[in-house]
T-cell receptor
Framework: NAGVMQNPRHLVRRRGQEARLRCSPM?????VYWYRQLPEEGLKFMVY????????ESGMPKERFSAEFPKEGPSILRIQQVVRGDSAAYFC??????????????FGPGTRLTVL | SQELEQSPQSLIVQEGKNLTINCTSS?????LYWYKQKYGEGLIFLMM?????EEKSHEKITAKLDEKKQQSSLHITASQPSHAGIYLC?????????????FGKGTKLSVIP
């Protein structure tokens, strides 16, 4: 049973370009979460999605960032007009269900975005 | 201020030694999760604790959650080089969505052979 898959593992973009990060959840998981890990900081929640629905995007920057989880295909985190401050590791996690008390989330290997 | 404080920030131990990592919250936790991260890789789930006073063990790693559900410790017995990595605690905190894990900054563990 494959784990959470993310691609690409490493992504280099120049300022102003777009970055698209993909996440395929574990088989049987319909809940996807995106987290960002900035240098020297902890993981920060960005967004929680179920198929075709954004449930909570309270951790997403208000501009340039968007996320989707279509009926078919992987979840996509899209960053438009990237800036150097977007350089970070972006992790996707999935779970079979959500909410306390059982909130075990399985993490992917992450995508390391570098903005030049 | 950080909602979850981990200590120490980094730790260097000789192989075979025991060690403890702590995770503290000012709020009562709904659930506490320990993960391990190797550089350049994702997070590996270690253990989940939910009940006050709960203790779980897996191989040489033991995690405990205090009765008040505000502090957890991760104890490694007879450390090995394979234990090296960054240990992260994550928690369901009140005030956040129950699906939203809040993480500490991590404890970097190095094990010297």
């Amino acid at each position: 049973n494959a784990g959470v898959m993310q691609n690409p593992r490493h992504l280099v973009r120049r300022r102003g370009q777009e970055a698209r990060l993909r996440c395929s959840p574990m088989k049987g998981h319909s809940h996807v979460y995106w987290y960002r890990q900035l240098p020297e900081e902890g993981l920060k929640f960005m967004v929680y999605l179920q198929k075709e629905n954004i449930i909570d995007e309270s951790g997403m920057p208000k501009e340039r960032f968007s996320a989707e989880f279509p009926k078919e295909g992987p979840s996509i985190l899209r960053i438009q007009q990237v800036v150097r401050g977007d350089s970070a590791a972006y992790f996707c996690a999935s779970s079979p269900n959500s909410g306390s008390p059982y909130n075990e989330q399985f993490f992917g290997p992450g995508t390391r975005l570098t903005v030049l | 201020s950080q909602e979850l404080e981990q200590s120490p920030q980094s730790l260097i131990v000789q192989e075979g030694k025991n060690l403890t990592i702590n995770c503290t919250s000012s709020k009562t936790l709904y659930g506490l999760y320990w993960y391990k991260q190797k550089y350049g890789e994702g997070l590996i789930f270690l253990m989940m604790l939910q009940k006050g006073g709960e203790e779980k063990s897996h191989e040489k790693i033991t995690a405990k959650l205090d009765e008040k559900k505000q502090q957890s410790s991760l104890h490694i017995t007879a450390s090995q080089p394979s234990h090296a990595g960054i240990y992260l605690c994550g928690a369901d905190l009140p005030g956040a969505g129950s699906y939203q894990l809040t993480f500490g900054k991590g404890t970097k563990l190095s094990v010297i052979p």
